[in-house]
């Protein structure tokens, strides 16, 4: 019997149909959906495992269609307009050497090394122009395979270094590739058909390079005009420069590392780096004594703000200054006056599910020099406890107020205490280390990866629980958080450049306990395929202060 008389049993929303063996899901969808709903389709879940939609069916499969509405088709949509947008720039100007950088607002900031003044308007103007002429060819994305000796060869010949050193540690015989035009990638994770799918983006100036912009998620326009973000872009920068220093600026460099011997004094350095900016930190702290009388910490989930205060604690007694912390959970609102999200459940990241009013009062009084009582929240019984049994505080000239909370920047906060009494910290993982020059590890997979490990270790949730909490976990950032980043005097980045080999030896076992039937499995497969391409670090060299402590455990800070 040939191939193609084989028949595969599928299931596709919720009804099963026989397809020919080698059949592609594009085909079936397109013999399935309407025209209009069959176009908004970019890829599709087998099995709970993503793939582009040219992948040929050759088993039984549970078929669930991805959108560009969905969270994992827009990383299938961006990584296409990615390619799209390199082939533009290899076709008007050969030889350029493109960048990929951090992600800025609603795109990825792009560079063109060859260009040190900045490329201009005119070029971005173009390379917008070509690739909306790109699109009206509707070339197609091809994979393909090849030896992986052919491939690393290659790579080399065109200086393509980091690419080949990924192929250090790839132990199969053939390596995929992806192909647009003349533009050829390394295939990490899957694209679109083609393309005439990638219609939806803008190419804006962001010296010194361009932002590759793309709608929001339920969305089908670019929104206005780019806000500058100085102080974000700048620390991305600084990261970027230590990473420079350092000789790993993406996986290959850092598997290198590893693999030559000299990763424990890239530890040394990078944990050194951090300290040397926390230092600095606290002494810009210093320098505005008596003024600041309160320090604000804020940021995302599993940023590290907890070992960040507890290391700028030591700085700032280094300078003579000592910390003392207010915890914020204890001016929680009665449950009764807390308020509800649009599914009617009580909203305790809101900033109205604090008590604003009495928070305030008491850092007044704090900042004055005055005895103020702090109340304590029972949270079993969901409301303070009688106000004879709160605990007073007072300020000494040589002390500071530090509190972390996710609502530090947000200026309601601490509305009524004068501006120069305070010094907002923001601190994120802001990853720089890329896999190569033109593909990004995402910031909030760092973020994802750490909370997995310390939800494990120390919280009792297994990878599954944390992968289906993490989309209302991003909402709230994204909501209560984000908005606010540019009000920080300065932000800290967490990231560390070792950091996805330690990772990897601790959270593999993590993710490989998810059930394939899980509905967390197709984020932890998409996790486990990144894995593929890290060399593990021992977690045996990391110092007891540093922050990876705090997710993997041996800190020598009490949480």
Known sequence: MKERDQMCTVTLDGNSIDVPFNTTVLELF????????????????LNNRLYGLTTPIRANYNIVSVTRNDRMGMTVYRRSVSLLLREAVNRLYPGARVIIGQSIQDGYFFNITEYAEGVSKAMIENIEEEMRRMVEEDLPFKVESHFVDDVTKHLREEGSEAKANLLQIHWWPQVRLVK?????????????????????????PYWPGMVLRFPAQDKDVIPGKIGQLPTLFNTYMESRQWNQMLGVENLGQLN????????????????????????????????RQPDIGLVII???????????????????MVNGIRPKTLEM??????????????????????????????????????MEGQTALTPIFDFKKGGKVPQDKWIPMKLEKDEVLIIEGIHGLNERLTQNVLGHRKYKIFVSALT?????????????????????????????YSASQTIM??????????????????????????????????LKTVCERALLEVNPEDPAFAEAFRLLRFFRLVMPISKANIPPNSIMREFLGKSSFRY
């Not at 944990?271 to 930190?281: D, R």
């Not at 807390?338 to 008491?362: H, M, Q």
């Not at 976990?473 to 330690?502: C, T, W």
């Open 180 to 204: 647009c035009g003349g533009t050829v990638d390394l295939f990490h994770d899957p694209y679109v058909p083609s393309t005439g799918y990638c219609k939806l983006f803008a190419v804006a």
């Open 432 to 460: 720089q280390l890329c896999i190569d020059d033109h593909n990004r590890i995402y910031t909030s997979d760092t973020r994802l990866i750490r909370r997995i490990i310390r939800d494990r270790n120390f919280r009792g």
């Open 30 to 45: 397109k013999d399935h959906y309407e025209e209009s709903e069959f176009k908004s389709k970019i890829a599709a879940l």
């Open 256 to 287: 290198g590392a590893v693999l030559n011997g000299e990763v424990e004094h890239i530890i040394k350095v990078a944990e050194g780096l951090h300290e040397k900016k926390i230092a600095s930190i606290a002494d810009t702290i210093a320098g």
């Open 329 to 366: 959970d204890n001016f929680f609102v009665e449950r009764d006056q807390t308020p509800r999200d649009e599914k009617g459940d009580f909203d305790f990241e809101s900033i109205d599910a604090i008590d604003i009013e009495l928070f305030n009062d008491v850092l007044v009084k704090l």
């Open 469 to 502: 909490r993490w989309p209302s976990v991003r909402k709230g950032e994204m909501k209560h958080i984000f908005p606010f980043q540019e009000k920080a005097d300065v932000m800290f980045n967490s990231a560390l450049v070792y950091e996805p080999g330690v």
């Open 298 to 316: 804020a940021g995302p989930s599993s940023s590290g703000k907890t070992t960040f205060s507890k290391r700028l604690a030591v700085q700032l």
